[in-house]
């Protein structure tokens, strides 16, 4: 998808070259395929945690946290949630890799995610479309989003 534009709401969103390889073992991605059926129509979220190993990010850790905004096009996560969550991923030694969510719509990021992606710095987002149950992953570097490559293991 080098280089191609895609309308997002009120937002373009410059798909850039692949950059980073996501692995996710089958059993993380059933975990969060079932906490966005158990929720739907609103969003579910999640912290991912592991290990970065040069340009590949190895999922080992997955936290589903409620959104409370309980939207069905935003998510917030409890403020404490994360915290803890950050604070357990230390102790383990695990680094932060990025979010999940479920969207109401294709698995890309809409033109809210691309306001919070900017903020999150180089994290990874993996988006998961409730309507057709497609995943997806993407990054931002230099305020152009990326694709990240998807391995499911």
Known sequence: MSNLLAQSGSFNVKIGDL??????????????REAARKCRPVEAC??????????????????VAPNLLQSTV????DPQTVFDAFEQAEREGLSFIGLFHSHPAPSRPSAVDLQY????????????????SDIAAFQMKNDKVNEVTLKIE
Not at 49 to 59: C, N, P, S, T
Not at 121 to 130: H, K, R, T, Y
């Open 19 to 32: 950059s980073v390889i996501l692995r996710i073992t089958s059993q993380q991605l059933h975990l969060l």
């Open 117 to 132: 992606m900017r903020l999150w710095g180089e994290a990874v987002w993996l988006i998961l479309s409730s309507i057709n």
């Open 74 to 77: 935003r998510f917030e996560m």
């Open 46 to 63: 999640a912290l991912l945690f592991g290990r970065l190993i040069d340009d590949e990010a190895m999922v080992t850790k997955v936290v």
